[in-house]
């Protein structure tokens, strides 16, 4: 097809839109920062209102909170006593503002905060040295890699536990409901966190175990210490690099995009060694699919190459790291989530 003599103007306006996107997503952090949600629980309030009990500037705040509105984020109304007819300067929550609450079920509040930080946004601003060399940009920004950054710095590592736990929190009923697990045997959440996922899997299926397997710091406050999961599980500290519990189930949520090949490969073997026979490894993941259509998938990555050097692989590129590591994909299974289960195999 041949090139037109100019972009068209539906095209160049989403150009635009686009270029504007850094600005979508600090409006988006402000508001998280300054709890906006939480203050519209109640329902719609002026500008000038919000503004008295956040300390801000009102026409600053009114500008932010209608572009967000623009967005679907927050909406203007005209419900409030105080409002004029015509003058919309009012605000309500939406259902996307609804999920910035933090006293709600599913919260991602905390998750809004971890993809809108510093360690975030300004190694994507170093994006075009990474494309270049293919080398994380973190370390160039940070001076140093960014888990050795998470380790050094608490106030990161805090913003990132909660982050990631919020994240990924409400995808775990859904991986419990959407794979059969078998009746007996026992479930490892390798890199587990908290263990979101491990409680889902073990309030749903009461005829198995669990180990919970994390770093030191990660497995001091668990998710499992409920009274209807007395005596099912255990947490254990560990290296997920040299070696992994025992079990029929070993699960890999959200942990290979944070790391290279190489690494992938030592997680997996480490899996492999541990796995009992017929057992399999689960690897819960945005998986990005071939194409043109938007994916999560898609975006993590390029958050992962310019943070942490890994990457949200597409189903070749674990068939290759199964390869290399004595499994082999069985099946993927989609969820009504943005993640798939891929269930691998011993080889």
């Known amino acids: 097809m041949a090139a037109p003599d100019m972009p068209d103007m539906a095209g160049s306006l989403r150009l635009m839109e686009e270029a504007f996107g850094f600005f979508h997503s600090a409006a988006l952090r402000t508001a998280a920062s300054l709890r906006l949600a939480d203050r519209l629980a109640d329902g719609p309030r002026t ?3 919000l503004a008295a009990d956040t300390g801000t500037d009102g026409a600053a705040l009114h500008r ?16 409030v006593q105080e409002v004029q007819e015509g003058d919309a300067d009012a605000f309500g929550l939406t259902p996307a503002a609804y999920a ?12 809004v905060l971890l993809l809108t930080d510093d360690m975030f946004t300004c190694s994507s601003a170093d994006l075009t040295e990474t494309v270049r060399t293919g ?20 106030a990161a590592r805090e913003v990132f536990d909660a982050g990631m736990a919020a994240f990924s929190g409400r995808l775990d009923d859904v991986v419990a409901a959407a794979y059969p697990f078998p009746d007996r045997g026992t479930v490892v959440d390798v890199g587990g966190g908290r263990g979101g996922l491990l409680r889902s899997v073990l309030l749903r299926h009461p005829g198995l175990s669990g180990v919970l397997f994390d770093r030191a710091a990660a497995v001091r406050e668990p998710l499992l210490a409920t009274r209807e999961l007395t005596g099912r599980w255990r947490a254990e500290p560990g290296d997920f690099f040299a070696a992994v519990p025992e079990g029929d189930i070993h699960l890999l949520k959200h ?61 070749a590129e674990l068939d290759a790291l199964f390869a290399r590591s004595g499994l082999r994909r069985v099946r993927t299974l989609p969820t009504s989530g943005f993640a798939s289960i891929v269930e691998a195999a011993a080889d």
Do not use: Y
């Not at 932010?64 to 419900?79: P, T």
């Open 47 to 49: 500008v000038a209102d």
């Open 100 to 111: 910035l609450r933090t006293d709600v079920p599913g919260s991602l509040h905390s998750a």
């Open 64 to 79: 932010l909170l209608r572009l967000l509105a623009s967005r679907g984020v927050f909406q203007e109304v005209q419900e």
């Open 135 to 154: 080398e994380s940009a973190f370390p160039r920004v940070f001076g140093t890699p960014f888990f050795q950054h998470l380790e050094a710095d608490s």
């Open 255 to 315: 942990v290979l995009p944070d790391w290279s090949d190489e690494d992938c490969v030592r997680i997996l073997r480490s899996c492999r060694r541990a796995l009992a026979p017929g057992g399999r490894v689960l690897v819960v993941d945005a998986v990005p699919p071939p194409g043109n259509a938007p994916h999560p998938g898609k975006d993590l990555d390029l958050m992962m190459l310019t943070a942490l050097g890994g990457s949200s692989r597409g189903p």
